[in-house]
């Protein structure tokens, strides 16, 4: 099993451009979810999914739009980047909402 | 607000010794504890803890909650250099799905 994987690994966007950070999983897990993490704050919630054709907002969702049409996949969108984007982008999946979360490698995101 | 604090931030000690990581948290509808180890990318699972006072090993790393005094302690004894890394902790809540809130983290760096 590959676990949860993150695509791309790096990126550098100009401010206004859009892009989708792509999170897989092979655990068959209902649960994903998308958080960034930033420098001394932690991770933090964007967007989460109980299940394939649902999503709902989490801590810091202004900014992002996500998908999840497949169980196995959930897509963070960012439709007109800004340079307080800038951050280190985790999804996690879990496969029951009492279980631990996994988590990917991390996109890490530049905006210029 | 929902708050995780983790102490200390920072802390170096030499190989084989032994060292403890604080956690404590003010979270509504608590549901449990999670420490995370993060060396270069992703988050890994160590514990979850949900029940007070009750133990949890693995190896030479071990952790307990206090849902009285709010809060958790991450012990590991023995140091290697590779135990060197970033110890999240979060505070679980159940609320749709299973939402985390993290503290800073804990840079722990091992000295040979």
């Known amino acids: 099993n590959a676990g949860v994987t993150q695509t791309p690994k790096f990126r550098v966007l100009k401010t206004g451009q859009s892009m989708t950070l792509l999170c897989a999983q092979d655990?068959?897990?209902?649960?994903m979810y998308w958080y960034r993490q930033d420098p001394g704050m932690g991770l933090r919630l964007i967007h989460y999914s109980v299940g394939e054709g649902t999503t709902a907002k989490g801590e810091v969702p202004d900014g992002y739009n996500v998908s999840r049409l497949k169980k196995q996949n959930f897509l963070l969108g960012l439709e007109s980047a800004a340079p307080s984007q800038t951050s280190v982008y985790f999804c996690a999946s879990s496969l029951e909402v009492y279980n631990e979360q996994f988590f990917g490698p991390g996109t890490r995101l530049t905006v210029l | 607000e929902d708050k995780v604090v983790q102490s200390p931030l920072s802390l170096v000690v030499h190989e084989g010794d032994t060292v403890t990581l604080n956690c404590s948290y003010e979270v509504t509808n608590f549901r449990s504890l999670l420490w995370y180890k993060q060396e270069k990318k992703a988050p890994t699972f160590l514990f979850m803890l949900t029940s007070s006072g009750i133990e949890k090993k693995s190896g030479r790393l071990s952790s307990i909650l206090d849902k009285k005094e709010l809060f958790s302690i991450l012990n590991i004894t023995a140091t290697q250099t590779g135990d060197s890394a970033v110890y999240l902790c979060?505070?679980?809540?159940?609320?749709?799905?299973?939402?985390?809130?993290f503290g800073q983290g804990t840079r722990l760096t091992i000295n040979p």
């Open positions: 979060a505070g679980a809540l159940i609320q749709g799905a299973q939402k985390l809130v």
């Open positions: 655990m068959n897990h209902e649960y």
